[in-house]
């Protein structure tokens, strides 16, 4: 079992920066894939980024890369997403997720956290 919390999330203006983070207890942190997923209001949960157990490799959603970045720091059981230029359609709450392995798929994520809001304002 992981337990994964969320936090960093709030209200920013267009153009603007956030990083929020996500810290695990339970089972080694190290020992899985993360994910960052957000879902807007009416709209499906969608993929946004993924790291590797160790942070060698990562995956984005193509619309999305070049403005966000996922690290994580394993020492401190924590993962991170840096979002840069911040826009409207950004708004969303943002969740992580741990999964065995590096994958865009919802479903191959087991845990999940309850989720961060960001709400980037015009």
């Known amino acids: 079992q992981v337990q994964l919390v969320e936090s960093g999330g709030g209200l920013v203006q267009a153009g603007d920066y956030l990083r929020i983070s996500c810290g695990a207890a339970g089972r080694t942190f190290s020992g899985y894939a993360m994910g960052w997923f957000r879902q807007a209001p009416g709209k499906e949960r969608e993929f946004v980024a993924g790291?590797?157990?160790?942070?060698?490799?990562?995956h984005y959603t193509e619309f999305l890369k070049g403005r966000f970045t996922i690290s994580r720091d394993n020492a401190k059981g924590t993962v991170y997403l840096q979002m840069n230029n911040l826009k409207p359609e950004d708004t969303a709450v943002y969740y992580c997720?741990?999964?065995?392995?590096?994958?865009?798929?919802?479903?191959?994520?087991?845990?999940w956290g309850q989720g961060t809001q960001v709400t980037v304002s015009s």
């Open positions: 997720a741990a999964s065995g392995y590096l994958s865009a798929t919802r479903n191959a994520y087991r845990y």
């Open positions: 790291v590797n157990w160790d942070g060698t490799s990562t």
